[in-house]
């Protein structure tokens, strides 16, 4: 058996196991239920809350409310796919202290009828002329009833959408442009669910001005992990290999862990475009095959210390076997029993709505397209179970090899899931709420601001155990004026963060670029970012979130340096074993006092991927990391038009500021830098180079 490899985490993260997230109130709603609850009344809800945190059965409560106090006719529940529809399914809720069971009749839960989404298009027909109250579909059989029926067949109804990260703005999603129109005629009221906002493609999710008509009830990761009994630590980490995948797979799958592993697409750089033969070489790595459970169809494996794995396999065409294992899977009387299975291989299948609460390792091999796809399978490990302390994420990534093509393929990998650790590390931070720092600054109620207290004459940190909230005041921070930049700073950071990182110029640079001036990835692209993402904000209100996005970020990479940093030094500087972060908290406060001054001067000057690199340098080998940073430095060019404008607009502010142009003699690299681009602007714009 191969011997395991030094494994370095992106992102490790404990949590204290408060057990808060399964406590339940008198109408048996756990908190995340009770906070939608409260909000009820809404005719546009959106609850974003991490896997396992019971969105389904907090749509249940309110629809109830809806259907029963709110005067809705019915409720309709779209799922993406088929196998979400049992997360709907009947749930005595009177038992633990509703008034109100959720009953679903079995003719209208459509995700378990025959036949396909189109010729299901009758039976939502004959829901909408019944008197029957509830229904649960798929999100295609519900655009196809909206096509043949027309908006209007929907007035007066609740429409409930789970997993809404499928909707978009694009002009291709159906879905998203008929949920527009809905919200257009006013005589719906919808309820979205998601535990991931932001796409992969970074397309907007709502039209700005339909998202504002959405109130939001966000319930975060951090709440929900530190609320849990059992698990109390999550590791993150992209590691790579060379050759066949499936020869280096035992360097990071540990047999005795209930793992998940995702095979990679048939058409991807990591596939051996032979899926079957590729499940049959992961058995045998793992042991001597002894055949198949005739009752459940797992494959039974011999591990060389004598111990019976059994692998369900998903990934066989067969539908006779691959519907056996899967129902097997789904068996109710085998959800509480760890050893029903103890490894799942998956292709398409086990993301969205898989729910094995014994998962404690999801291995990936191939970056997955879509950050929101990576969170969902996270998601599969984050859930809560007697005796599991600890969960991980692996996400396996081949190394560059010589040939041009495969570089900058390997490269394009390369930056997207260190894109995806970025963001599920501020995913899973605690949330912030930034003040600035005026003399009539005071402490916020509520939060502890450590050993010293509140000091008026400093920027100072506070935390809210219970509400898992920062409160930091920044010197110079620009606040919101508007209600959407309030609401964007106060919920959407993550979003915008998620848009910033998936830029490859501003990733490729931040981590391959030796003589970057931070400020023109903190300003200039996050700010371009920022304007095009919400060009109805104004100036300063794209400054506000500009400002509140990059502190975020920022202060989670620079907490999480500082808290490895001390660990580090607790184990003697020894970092052969994965350092945990549990000093998240303590980090944000420990460079807030190590710096001179908490602003967002020196916020900007901070390169918010130099963290990442060090990790890269640490996964990948040397001569891989020379090859990726070749071919990044082998596009640089020199200062476009568009970003001299961008140059020359920071400029002038400085002018304001200053009372005085930047000098291009100057000691500090960004006024450098932004008397260059005054000076090319000028340049471009006598060459003409700019409409108008």
Same mark, same amino acid.
């Given at each position: 058996?191969?011997?395991?490899?030094?494994?370095?985490?992106?992102?490790?993260?404990?949590?204290?196991?408060?057990?808060?997230?399964?406590?339940?109130?008198?109408?048996?709603?756990?908190?995340?239920?009770?906070?939608?609850?409260?909000?009820?009344?809404?005719?546009?809800?959106?609850?974003?809350?991490?896997?396992?945190?019971?969105?389904?059965?907090?749509?249940?409560?309110?629809?109830?409310?809806?259907?029963?106090?709110?005067?809705?006719?019915?409720?309709?529940?779209?799922?993406?796919?088929?196998?979400?529809?049992?997360?709907?399914?009947?749930?005595?809720?009177?038992?633990?202290?509703?008034?109100?069971?959720?009953?679903?009749?079995?003719?209208?839960?459509?995700?378990?009828?025959?036949?396909?989404?189109?010729?299901?298009?009758?039976?939502?027909?004959?829901?909408?002329?019944?008197?029957?109250?509830?229904?649960?579909?798929?999100?295609?059989?519900?655009?196809?009833?909206?096509?043949?029926?027309?908006?209007?067949?929907?007035?007066?109804?609740?429409?409930?959408?789970?997993?809404?990260?499928?909707?978009?703005?694009?002009?291709?999603?159906?879905?998203?442009?008929?949920?527009?129109?809905?919200?257009?005629?006013?005589?719906?009221?919808?309820?979205?669910?998601?535990?991931?906002?932001?796409?992969?493609?970074?397309?907007?999710?709502?039209?700005?001005?339909?998202?504002?008509?959405?109130?939001?009830?966000?319930?975060?990761?951090?709440?929900?992990?530190?609320?849990?009994?059992?698990?109390?630590?999550?590791?993150?980490?992209?590691?790579?290999?060379?050759?066949?995948?499936?020869?280096?797979?035992?360097?990071?799958?540990?047999?005795?862990?209930?793992?998940?592993?995702?095979?990679?697409?048939?058409?991807?750089?990591?596939?051996?475009?032979?899926?079957?033969?590729?499940?049959?070489?992961?058995?045998?790595?793992?042991?001597?095959? &002894?055949?198949?459970?005739? #009752? %459940?169809?797992?494959?039974?494996? =011999? /591990?060389?210390?004598?111990? +019976?794995?059994? !692998? $369900?396999?998903?990934?066989?065409?067969?539908?006779?076997?691959?519907?056996?294992?899967?129902?097997?899977?789904?068996?109710?009387?085998?959800?509480?029993?760890?050893?029903?299975?103890?490894?799942?291989?998956?292709?398409?299948?086990?993301?969205?709505?898989?729910?094995?609460?014994?998962?404690?390792?999801?291995?990936?091999?191939?970056?997955?397209?879509?950050?929101?796809?990576?969170? &969902?399978?996270?998601?599969? #490990? %984050?859930?809560?179970?007697?005796? =599991? /302390?600890?969960?991980?994420? +692996?996400?396996? !990534? $081949?190394?560059?090899?010589?040939?041009?093509?495969?570089?900058?393929?390997?490269?394009?990998?390369?930056?997207?899931?260190?894109?995806?650790?970025?963001?599920?590390?501020?995913?899973?931070?605690?949330?912030?709420?930034?003040?600035?720092?005026?003399?009539?600054?005071?402490?916020?109620?509520?939060?502890?601001?450590?050993?010293?207290?509140?000091?008026?004459?400093?920027?100072?940190?506070?935390?809210?155990?219970?509400?898992?909230?920062?409160?930091?005041?920044?010197?110079?921070?620009?606040?919101?004026?508007?209600?959407?930049?309030?609401?964007?700073?106060?919920?959407?950071?993550?979003?915008?963060?998620?848009?910033?990182?998936?830029?490859?110029?501003?990733?490729?640079?931040?981590?391959?670029?030796?003589?970057?001036?931070?400020?023109?990835?903190?300003?200039?692209?996050?700010?371009?970012?920022?304007?095009?993402?919400?060009?109805?904000?104004?100036?300063?209100?794209?400054?506000?979130?500009?400002?509140?996005?990059?502190?975020?970020?920022?202060?989670?990479?620079?907490?999480?340096?500082?808290?490895?940093?001390?660990?580090?030094?607790?184990?003697?500087?020894?970092?052969?074993?994965?350092?945990?972060?549990?000093?998240?908290?303590?980090?944000?406060?420990?460079?807030?006092?190590?710096?001179?001054?908490?602003?967002?001067?020196?916020?900007?000057?901070?390169?918010?991927?130099?963290?990442?690199?060090?990790?890269?340098?640490?996964?990948?080998?040397?001569?891989?990391?020379?090859?990726?940073?070749?071919?990044?430095?082998?596009?640089?060019?020199?200062?476009?038009?568009?970003?001299?404008?961008?140059?020359?607009?920071?400029?002038?502010?400085?002018?304001?500021?200053?009372?005085?142009?930047?000098?291009?003699?100057?000691?500090?690299?960004?006024?450098?830098?932004?008397?260059?681009?005054?000076?090319?602007?000028?340049?471009?714009?006598?060459?003409?180079?700019?409409?108008?």
């Amino acid at each position: 058996m191969t011997i395991h490899k030094k494994n370095v985490p992106s992102v490790s993260v404990s949590y204290a196991r408060n057990g808060n997230s399964a406590k339940s109130n008198a109408l048996g709603m756990r908190p995340m239920q009770e906070r939608a609850y409260e909000k009820r009344g809404e005719q546009y809800l959106l609850i974003k809350s991490p896997p396992a945190s019971g969105k389904s059965r907090a749509l249940m409560f309110i629809a109830l409310d809806k259907l029963a106090n709110q005067g809705l006719k019915q409720a309709i529940i779209v799922v993406p796919e088929k196998s979400i529809g049992s997360s709907f399914a009947d749930e005595p809720l009177t038992r633990f202290g509703f008034w109100a069971d959720w009953t679903v009749a079995p003719k209208w839960n459509l995700c378990n009828a025959p036949g396909e989404d189109g010729g299901k298009v009758n039976s939502v027909g004959s829901f909408l002329a019944s008197d029957d109250k509830v229904l649960v579909c798929t999100h295609a059989t519900f655009r196809f009833a909206v096509e043949r029926f027309g908006i209007e067949a929907f007035d007066g109804r609740l429409i409930a959408v789970d997993e809404f990260h499928h909707v978009s703005v694009g002009e291709d999603n159906k879905l998203g442009r008929q949920l527009g129109e809905l919200i257009a005629r006013d005589r719906v009221h919808i309820v979205a669910m998601t535990g991931s906002y932001f796409r992969g493609d970074a397309e907007a999710v709502l039209a700005p001005g339909d998202e504002a008509k959405f109130d939001t009830v966000t319930y975060t990761y951090y709440e929900q992990l530190n609320g849990y009994e059992y698990l109390k630590q999550l590791d993150i980490g992209y590691f790579f290999y060379s050759g066949s995948y499936t020869d280096d797979i035992l360097a990071v799958l540990d047999p005795a862990e209930k793992t998940i592993i995702h095979i990679p697409n048939v058409n991807s750089r990591e596939s051996t475009k032979d899926k079957i033969r590729e499940v049959e070489h992961i058995i045998e790595e793992l042991g001597d095959w &002894q055949g198949a459970d005739p #009752a %459940t169809g797992f494959q039974l494996v =011999k /591990t060389e210390d004598g111990r +019976t794995l059994r !692998i $369900a396999d998903l990934v066989d065409d067969d539908p006779t076997k691959r519907d056996r294992v899967s129902a097997a899977l789904k068996d109710p009387a085998q959800k509480n029993n760890r050893d029903h299975v103890d490894i799942i291989i998956a292709l398409g299948m086990a993301k969205e709505g898989f729910d094995w609460i014994w998962c404690e390792h999801a291995l990936t091999v191939g970056y997955r397209a879509s950050l929101t796809e990576i969170v &969902q399978i996270i998601g599969r #490990a %984050t859930r809560d179970a007697p005796g =599991k /302390t600890r969960a991980r994420f +692996t996400n396996l !990534i $081949a190394e560059p090899d010589a040939s041009e093509s495969a570089v900058t393929e390997a490269v394009n990998d390369t930056l997207k899931a260190i894109a995806a650790s970025l963001l599920m590390e501020q995913v899973l931070a605690p949330r912030f709420n930034f003040t600035p720092k005026n003399p009539q600054s005071g402490p916020a109620p509520g939060f502890d601001y450590g050993d010293e207290g509140y000091q008026p004459d400093k920027c100072n940190v506070g935390f809210n155990g219970q509400t898992g909230q920062f409160q930091i005041e920044i010197r110079g921070l620009v606040e919101p004026k508007s209600e959407q930049a309030a609401r964007i700073c106060k919920e959407d950071l993550n979003e915008v963060i998620a848009t910033f990182v998936q830029d490859k110029a501003a990733i490729e640079r931040g981590l391959f670029d030796e003589e970057l001036v931070p400020e023109e990835l903190t300003q200039l692209r996050l700010g371009k970012i920022i304007k095009d993402k919400y060009p109805e904000l104004d100036e300063e209100d794209q400054e506000a979130v500009r400002q509140h996005a990059i502190a975020a970020l920022n202060l989670t990479q620079q907490a999480a340096r500082i808290a490895l940093g001390d660990d580090k030094k607790a184990n003697g500087g020894d970092d052969s074993e994965p350092s945990v972060n549990t000093a998240l908290i303590d980090g944000v406060r420990k460079f807030a006092m190590d710096v001179r001054e908490l602003d967002i001067d020196l916020i900007d000057r901070i390169n918010p991927f130099q963290e990442a690199y060090a990790i890269l340098a640490k996964t990948m080998s040397e001569d891989s990391l020379k090859q990726v940073a070749a071919a990044i430095s082998a596009k640089r060019t020199t200062m476009s038009p568009e970003e001299a404008k961008d140059l020359a607009v920071r400029a002038a502010r400085f002018i304001k500021e200053r009372e005085r142009p930047p000098s291009i003699t100057s000691s500090d690299a960004w006024e450098r830098r932004l008397a260059e681009g005054a000076a090319a602007f000028m340049r471009y714009k006598k060459e003409g180079r700019y409409d108008g």
